[in-house]
């Protein structure tokens, strides 16, 4: 091993930006893929599944219950997911005081929000995947068998849920100091409270969601309608998380 | 690598930098240069210590005035690329990480490619005896095992400004002398190390240049010595144990403007208006009287009765 010296320093290399946002999401993957933070999520990734598959095989009117239980339970899956997963990813270290130590390189303070978001959004969007895929081959050889059709917008949604919730919990985790509370807050009032309005319908991701998975409460919607405003509801999420850490990081006490 | 001094060698320049939090003023106006070497940042809990530190950072912007580094530069500025370095306050660490994987993902977070910063961050944790815990969960180890795994993340890099918010907190004499070591060599390649700290008598040993805070103000600044002349100047009283106390303050009487004089058994105190003419003439004093001085103690010229004359001041 080389002996620390003062005088043959490593030479750092000036990061891009996309190259910042790189490392961050390395930093944050890192974090997450341990059993020790991912093994809640698997469970629970699973429990649903598994909730899935027993409505498929034991319901008697399993394609009616089904669908109603992968656009409840499905999808809530994987905003539960980025949730634990989001709030945690800037919590761990503004709790611990060590978000500092990563924000000193000037391009941070937007790596930092977009690369912890990527890493979160591929954890749950890939359980999202695999959960949705699995309830999708549930139904093979049943009366709730889907086409394939469905299996894309199964896909889309999931994509779409894990962009947008853990584009959300990251940016509240930034602006809050209470994030989980926080989170759960806005989830229980955006899923169950909002989307019963139809005024209040159009700022609740579920409400777009729904229009992808052709849920009949959202019929008004298009799906590239959907796609368009559940990018766009991630892409200000992000960017409320850049200006926060741009204007003041939460690690800043005083004293 | 470091990025050349101006030709002031201005490390760090605050021009009446203000920094509110709603209501509260954290900091007041504060104006100053630092240079290369180690200063000590000294004030009570809530002086503005920590707010001056992320200010310093660039982690703030301030409510009003100006910080620059480097002899103008201003944040954003590629010149000040890997330049600060920081440990905040506080002690505790992401729970799960480990000393190795923290200071690897800071390292990789400052531009250094994989293998080097594996073995940069292997160096520095060497360094500050940290080899056997490499691997092992912050969470498990003990406050000052936590501290020296900061203090490695802001050291493992050369930077032009390394910022330091109470470091020797929980380390063990042993460890302080090292982070002291650690302090000085990096002020010797150039860089402004500023070590805040309540207890005074630790910056004191470390610090060459002083910086006083007291409820957000910059109360005083300089040199050990010069701030050793302003305690000097605040002396309130000489005591002295002589043999012959008697005659010893009948020559400081018509040496020195003695404004109260107290004599028990074979101690003697006297207080000045003038206190520097009172140290002046007591040497000549002394012989004048022939007495021999066992002891001599001045009360009020340490920093703790400095900060209390100069919150007097503040109200």
Known sequence: ?255 | MLTPLPPDNTVLRMQRVTQQYGANVALLDATFDLQPGVVGLLGPNGAGKSTLIHLAAGLKTPTRGKVTWLGGKTLGDAALEGQIALVPDGDSLPKLDTPLSLVTMVLRCHGLVAHDADTRARAILTRLGMEAKWHDALGGLSRGQRQRVKLAQAFALPARLVLLDEPLNALDPMWRLEVATLMHEAAQNGACVVVSSHILEEVQSIAGWLLLLFRGRVVAAGSQAEIRALLHKRAQALRLKASNPRALARELLSRAPVTELKIDAEYLTVQASEPAELFAALPQAVLASGAHVDFAATDGDDLISLFHALAKEVK
């Open chain 1, 1 to 255: 091993m080389t002996a620390w010296s003062w005088i043959q320093a490593p030479e750092a290399r000036k990061l891009s930006l996309p190259a910042a946002v790189g490392i961050h999401m390395q930093v944050q993957l890192v974090r997450t893929l341990r059993l020790r933070t991912l093994w809640p999520w698997l469970a629970m990734t699973l429990a649903v599944t598994l909730g899935g598959w027993a409505i498929v095989r034991f319901s008697v009117e399993s394609a009616d219950h089904f669908a109603e239980y992968v656009d409840t339970w499905g999808i809530r899956a994987i905003a539960l997911v980025a949730l634990g997963l989001g709030t945690a990813a800037v919590r761990q270290d503004t709790e611990a005081g060590a978000l500092a130590f990563f924000l000193l390189r000037p391009q941070a303070k937007t790596a930092l929000p977009i690369g912890r978001w990527l890493a979160v959004a591929v954890v749950a969007g890939a359980l999202g995947v695999l959960s949705m895929l699995m309830l999708w081959l549930a139904t093979r050889g049943t009366s709730a068998e889907m086409p394939f059709t469905d299996l894309a917008s199964l896909l889309l949604a999931a994509v779409l849920a894990a962009m947008a919730y853990s584009a959300t919990f990251v940016a509240i985790a930034i602006w809050a100091r209470a994030a989980v509370g926080m989170s759960v807050g806005w989830l229980v009032l955006m899923d169950n409270l909002a989307t019963k309005s139809t005024s209040f319908a159009a700022i609740a991701p579920s409400h777009y969601l729904a229009a992808i998975l052709g849920d009949e409460s959202a019929p008004e919607t298009t799906v590239m309608a959907a796609v368009a405003a559940l990018l766009g509801w991630t892409a200000l999420m992000l960017v409320a998380a850049v200006v926060r850490l741009q204007r003041e990081p939460p690690m800043v006490q005083q004293g």
